[in-house]
């Protein structure tokens, strides 16, 4: 069983729709990271949070320690969302991350 | 302030030879994280450093592998007679301390 699960594997949408991307994991963490990778690119962070909830223009995320499960929610999608969207965790004194096996996401117009 | 760089961007290498993959952290930065991403796969913690001190390499290979990042000057991934299965992306990130994370846009090995 892997450290950090993602659901769903892959996901379309039709864009304005509202999305959720879950992420569960099973070791104790100091932070959670949520980063989006487009086709052939880089990563970019979108968030990283230890605690309750955190909004970034239309994408929200939020984490439950006890339950150790985060989400991360675009609202109004667009087809500019579509991405691999990856959970990563900080674990360990050294803050190393372990990612999760990320979920494509695809907008429709 | 100029984010994580790495180059090159892309590296095609023949079997047998040595790749050298180059991050230049964020300024202020002195952590410094390398990952793997292999086809179809998900990202593998490899080596974390800090300026002249590798603190964890539990995720590199044991053979043909090596990293460091010198006083001055980038930090360095370097794989010796590189084979097949070693092409992959390879992404560094830094950070000013051991919490969040920033990445480069990596850099795209191709072993032929």
């Known amino acids: 069983k892997n450290e950090v699960e993602q659901s769903p594997q892959n996901l379309t949408a039709q864009e304005g729709e509202f999305i959720t991307i879950n992420c569960s994991y099973s070791?104790?963490?100091?932070?959670l990271h949520w980063l989006q990778q487009h086709p052939g690119g880089g990563i970019v962070s979108l968030f990283m949070?230890?605690?309750g909830k955190k909004k970034h223009g239309r994408l929200i995320a939020t984490i439950n320690i006890q339950e150790k499960h985060s989400s991360l929610h675009i609202t109004a999608s667009h087809p500019r969302d579509s991405a691999v969207y990856i959970c990563?965790?900080?674990?360990?004194?050294?803050?190393?991350?372990?990612f999760g096996k990320g979920i494509t996401l695809s907008v429709r117009p | 302030n100029a984010g994580v760089m790495q180059n090159p961007r892309h590296l095609v290498r023949r079997r047998g030879q040595e790749a050298r993959l180059r991050c230049s952290p964020m300024?202020?930065?002195?952590?410094v994280y390398w990952y793997r991403q292999l086809p179809e796969e998900g990202l593998k913690f490899m080596v974390y450093?800090?300026?002249?001190?590798?603190?964890?390499e539990s995720g590199m290979p044991k053979e043909r592998f090596s990293a460091e990042f010198p006083k001055e000057g980038p930090s360095i991934l370097r794989i010796q007679q590189v084979v097949r299965g070693d092409s992959a992306a390879y992404f560094c990130?830094?950070?000013?301390?051991?919490?969040?994370?920033?990445f480069g846009p990596g850099t795209r090995l191709t072993v032929l």
């Open positions: 300024k202020g930065h002195s952590h």
């Open positions: 949070l230890s605690s």
């Open positions: 990563a965790v900080l674990t360990g004194a050294n803050s190393k991350l372990t």
């Open positions: 070791v104790g963490i100091s932070a």
């Open positions: 990130a830094s950070s000013p301390e051991a919490d969040t994370q920033y």
């Open positions: 450093l800090q300026k002249e001190n590798i603190i964890d």
